[in-house]
């Protein structure tokens, strides 16, 4: 049996941009893509804290270092400029591996740049 469990988490990220006339996705800088283990055209769940919108896309790269979060096409109608979201990607891990499976959040700052790095979220956690 395989359960679906998060395997990446970009925590409290700033939207630097909505894009409604563009195709489709979310472009997210490449080092905090790197940084987290997100790969290109991976699926992801975006959740905004502002006005509790939740949805899907798929990841574009952005350019190194630029801190930006983008959302595009129909899924810029879901945010504005500066909401705060999480991004979440999700695997499938075997039942023998999820007692050892350890997903990689990014703790962000208000510029998108990564504060902190951890694999397991502590209860009742406030960032």
């Given at each position: 049996?395989?359960?679906?469990?998060?395997?990446?988490?970009?925590?409290?990220?700033?939207?630097?941009?909505?894009?409604?006339?563009?195709?489709?996705?979310?472009?997210?800088?490449?080092?905090?893509?790197?940084?987290?283990?997100?790969?290109?055209?991976?699926?992801?769940?975006?959740?905004?804290?502002?006005?509790?919108?939740?949805?899907?896309?798929?990841?574009?790269?952005?350019?190194?270092?630029?801190?930006v979060?983008?959302?595009?096409?129909?899924?810029?109608?879901?945010?504005?400029?500066?909401?705060v979201?999480?991004?979440?990607?999700?695997?499938?891990?075997?039942?023998?591996?999820i007692?050892?499976?350890?997903?990689?959040?990014?703790?962000?700052?208000?510029?998108?740049?990564?504060?902190?790095?951890?694999?397991?979220?502590?209860?009742?956690?406030?960032?």
């Amino acid at each position: 049996m395989f359960r679906t469990m998060m395997n990446a988490k970009i925590h409290r990220a700033r939207v630097t941009e909505a894009n409604l006339n563009y195709v489709g996705s979310i472009t997210i800088d490449e080092e905090i893509l790197d940084a987290v283990g997100m790969v290109p055209n991976e699926k992801v769940q975006i959740v905004n804290n502002n006005n509790g919108a939740r949805f899907e896309t798929y990841i574009i790269p952005g350019k190194r270092g630029s801190g930006v979060v983008c959302l595009n096409g129909a899924a810029a109608r879901l945010v504005h400029e500066g909401d705060v979201v999480i991004i979440i990607s999700y695997a499938l891990v075997s039942e023998e591996k999820i007692h050892s499976h350890k997903p990689r959040v990014a703790i962000m700052n208000e510029y998108n740049q990564i504060v902190d790095m951890i694999a397991a979220e502590p209860e009742a956690t406030v960032m």
